[in-house]
């Protein structure tokens, strides 16, 4: 797979911490990969079910279970997952994110097959292979969530840098497969998420400035309406799903049972609320259960990547921001 831990070690461009984790910076990093992929992992299973569908089948869906439409095993994960690891072993390889070998990466992870691959990325990709451009075309019918899917790998590397370059970071790699404003918000904002996220930031303040900003700035975004049940691909939906069970809930295990359940593309808004969760509450908040039964070779991917790419940042600062030891 062109996303193997072996890959990642062999072009690490900075060296391994003999006890990385007693940073509460890294600890929140490993914690928001391994939510990634744990609530890809969870909400594959009820990917495109309703609400009324998963209540039938399963009452609550809790548990790591596999199957679903794609009959996935327990602990599989989707392409929510396998894009980010591609473009995380890119930012590694370069040492910094560039669009021409994030496009690359995720050319070489489409040629490999993957479980499952959206519509939009598949299109896109297909024209960077015929041109050689890495930036897809702008358009406004590419407002899916498969850039905002994938971010957390850009919001590690340029964790500690001004905004800009976080923006820039942002967009590098969304725009490969979504050249979109919308998608470019979504992106943005969750990127300032993270950072603010693994200092361990109030989260009402974040909610003030980030996601509440989001819907200020674009109010199509506006997410403390009508629960948002059943969400689409649509980043719009996904963010308003993502949001309202990320805000209104209080540990980790309950934020993503809470938006799995919603159905819809369950594997993309567990994914996204999985990673902020986990920068959110770390590591020990993460249910013993969803991590043994996650897929030990994803397991040790993301938790080496996140490593690393937190260890890039700070070799590129000298001054990061200290994060809370809460």
Avoid at 70 to 78: I, M, P, S
Avoid at 154 to 167: F, H, K, N
Avoid at 227 to 242: D, K, L
Wanted: glycine content about 8%.
């Amino acid at each position: 797979m062109f996303w193997s831990g072996e890959l990642i070690a062999r072009t690490a461009p900075v060296r391994r911490r003999a006890n990385p984790l007693a940073s509460p910076l890294h600890e929140r990093a490993v914690a928001a990969y391994l939510g990634l992929a744990i609530g890809d992992a969870l909400g594959a299973t009820v990917e495109f079910m309703t609400p009324k569908e998963i209540r039938q089948t399963h009452g609550v869906h809790r548990d790591i279970s596999g199957g679903g439409w794609l009959r996935l095993k327990a602990g599989q994960v989707t392409d929510d997952t396998t894009m980010s690891l591609a473009l995380g072993e890119a930012i590694l390889t370069r040492g910094k994110l560039e669009a021409s070998s994030a496009a690359a990466a995720f050319d070489a992870w489409m040629r490999g097959k993957p479980v499952d691959i959206g519509n939009t990325v598949r299109r896109n990709l297909i024209g960077y292979r015929k041109t050689g451009n890495p930036e897809a075309p702008a358009s406004e019918h590419d407002a899916g969530n498969g850039a905002a899917m994938r971010v957390l790998p850009a919001a590690l590397a340029c964790y500690g840098q001004p905004p800009e370059e976080a923006v820039f970071a942002s967009r590098a790699q969304a725009h490969v497969t979504h050249n979109n404003k919308l998608s470019d918000a979504a992106c943005e904002t969750l990127t300032l998420m993270l950072h603010d996220l693994l200092i361990g930031r109030d989260v009402v303040a974040i909610e003030l400035d980030h996601a509440a900003g989001l819907s200020a700035a674009l109010p199509v975004f506006a997410y403390d309406r009508k629960r948002c049940e059943n969400p689409s691909g649509y980043i719009v939906e996904t963010m308003q799903a993502v949001f309202q069970a990320f805000f209104a809930t209080e540990n980790f295990e309950d934020c993503l049972i809470d938006v799995v359940n919603r159905g819809g593309d369950a594997d993309t808004t567990g994914a996204i609320a999985g990673m902020l969760a986990g920068a959110r509450y770390g590591l020990a908040a993460i249910p013993r259960r969803w991590l043994s039964t996650l897929n030990s070779e994803v397991r040790e991917a993301c938790e080496k990547q996140a490593e690393l790419l937190i260890c890039l940042a700070e070799a590129k600062n000298t001054a990061l921001p200290a994060p809370a030891t809460a």
